[in-house]
T-cell receptor, first 115, second 117 residues
Framework: GAGVSQSPRYKVAKRGQDVALRCDPI?????LFWYQQALGQGPEFLTY????????KSGLPSDRFFAERPEGSVSTLKIQRTQQEDSAVYLC?????????????FGNGTRLTVT | AQKITQTQPGMFVQEKEAVTLDCTYD???????LFWYKQPSSGEMIFLIY??????QNATEGRYSLNFQKARKSANLVISASQLGDSAMYFC??????????????FGEGTQLTVNP
């Protein structure tokens, strides 16, 4: 597709359930990022992939969060045993390359609500 | 220390007037890029404009221009001839060139712009 595609658009999970969020980046984009955005705040970095390699996962808030990009294209962010504080919009972004002059292009996000 | 600071939580502007959204940044990396994004209430994050640390001229994209003052570490966004559709949250962001930064984009807290008819 032309842009970054994320699914589902909305997800409601009961506390303790596992969820999986999918990101399909722009074709040919080497770099892929996951961000978490709380209401009224700027996005916060979670993790970064260059091709299939996860080069930085320092932003993942706990070991309940796991991300993968096994073939260097589609990525999945998994949250195990969801908690209410996990409620947020999860944004995926991709860029052509890792250099500082390459803009990130974002998907529409997945709004996760944990009840 | 905050890497990106946006000091205006909210701004109001009259339709057809120009508005400046402030952004200051902090980095010791000589190579970096500065970006502005627009996020309407629908939630998508739209890339507007980019300025590189070595660029001699201020970036422009249509009605958007970036007032880059390197010595002051500021990268203000100027929107000319505001339109009602410009009402949105605006984020300033930076991508540093060093390997240790992981190439991540770091965002400010955002400025909510409201354009009045």
């Amino acid at each position: 597709g032309a842009g970054v595609s994320q699914s589902p658009r909305y997800k409601v999970a009961k506390r303790g359930q596992d969820v999986a969020l999918r990101c399909d980046p722009i074709s040919g984009h080497v770099s892929l990022f996951w961000y978490q955005q709380a209401l009224g705040q700027g996005p916060e970095f979670l993790t970064y992939f260059q091709n299939e390699a996860q080069l930085d996962k320092s932003g993942l808030p706990s070991d309940r969060f796991f991300a993968e990009r096994p073939e260097g294209s589609v990525s999945t962010l998994k949250i195990q045993r969801t908690q209410q504080e996990d409620s947020a919009v999860y944004l995926c972004a991709s860029s052509l390359g890792p250099r500082y002059n390459s803009p990130l292009h974002f998907g529409n996000g997945t709004r996760l609500t944990v009840t | 220390a905050q890497k990106i600071t946006q000091t205006q939580p909210g701004m109001f502007v009259q339709e057809k007037e120009a508005v400046t959204l402030d952004c200051t940044y902090d980095t010791s990396d000589p190579s970096y890029g500065l970006f502005w994004y627009k996020q309407p209430s629908s939630g998508e994050m739209i890339f507007l404009i980019y300025q590189g640390s070595y660029d001699q001229q201020n970036a422009t994209e249509g009605r958007y221009s970036l007032n880059f003052q390197k010595a002051r570490k500021s990268a203000n966004l100027v929107i000319s001839a505001s339109q009602l559709g410009d009402s949105a949250m605006y984020f300033c962001a930076m991508r540093e060139g060093s390997e240790t930064s992981g190439s991540r984009l770091t965002f400010g807290e955002g400025t909510q712009l409201t354009v009045n008819p």
